[in-house]
């Protein structure tokens, strides 16, 4: 059973910054692809970063280059997204996932999904 664990979201106003995390069982977490999504009321479920744990690279979308940042930590099998300057439109609920066939930043491409944990910017 995969089991997928978000947490770290809050409310911040515009600017301020945070850490979400994903902690994964040690079987989902190695050599696999993480990916974070974020979905906001009304729109559709968007790709965010994804690392691949085998090797630690990295994709982001264009929207939130150089300010967000994918990491990982293979003694907690824990992948984090540090979220710096932080704005409006970053609001969201933001959901881990993994199991992923194909692109990084497509929804349907993974198999697993966490609970979602909630941010938002003021």
């Known amino acids: 059973h995969v089991q997928l664990v978000e947490s770290g979201g809050d409310s911040v106003q515009a600017g301020g910054s945070l850490r979400l995390s994903c902690e994964a069982d040690r079987y989902t977490y190695v050599s696999n692809c993480m990916g974070w999504f974020r979905q906001a009321p009304g729109k559709e479920r968007e790709g965010v970063a994804a690392?691949?744990?085998?090797?630690?690279?990295?994709d982001y979308a264009d929207s939130v280059k150089g300010r967000f940042t994918i990491s990982q930590d293979n003694a907690k099998n824990t992948v984090y997204l540090q979220m710096n300057n932080l704005k409006p439109d970053d609001t969201a609920a933001y959901y881990c996932?993994?199991?992923?066939?194909?692109?990084?930043?497509?929804?349907?491409?993974?198999?697993?999904w966490g609970q979602g944990t909630q941010v938002t910017v003021s």
């Open positions: 996932a993994t199991g992923l066939r194909g692109t990084w930043n497509r929804v349907g491409n993974y198999k697993y």
């Open positions: 690392i691949y744990t085998g090797d630690g690279s990295t």
